[in-house]
């Protein structure tokens, strides 16, 4: 009864910017870690950023510098800021969040359906 669902893909030329939201929601006692994922046709699903309860972030080497990922808990939402866009960019991107139901629950991980980010001229 627990749902992930992104928002905010589309298609951007280089160089542009898009934000991606990620929100959580149903059943849910705390969230722990939350993070953001991105997989192109033909490859595997790679790591994209990484984020704590805390606000410690972890980040792709390939996207340190230009991706930004940030949490609001109140609304159990996760985001993803996305400057500088290169055409190797483009991917489905998919959100994973941590996620207990209650108190007696194992810790599971929810996947988003996706969202399609284009980086086109």
């Known amino acids: 009864q627990v749902q992930v669902v992104e928002s905010g893909g589309g298609l951007v030329q280089p160089g542009g910017s898009l934000r991606l939201s990620c929100a959580a929601s149903g059943s849910i006692f705390s969230i722990w870690s939350m993070a953001w994922y991105r997989q192109a046709p033909g490859n595997q699903r790679k790591l994209v950023a990484t984020?704590?309860?805390?606000?410690?972030?972890n980040y792709a080497d390939s996207m340190k510098g230009r991706f930004t990922i940030s949490r609001d808990n109140v609304k159990n939402t996760v985001y993803l800021q996305m400057n500088s866009l290169k055409p190797e960019d483009t991917a489905v991107y998919y959100c994973?969040?941590?996620?207990?139901?209650?108190?007696?629950?194992?810790?599971?991980?929810?996947w988003g359906q996706g969202t399609q980010v284009t980086v086109s001229s």
């Open positions: 994973n969040a941590e996620i207990r139901s209650s108190p007696s629950d194992t810790l599971r991980h929810y």
């Open positions: 984020i704590t309860r805390q606000n410690n972030t």
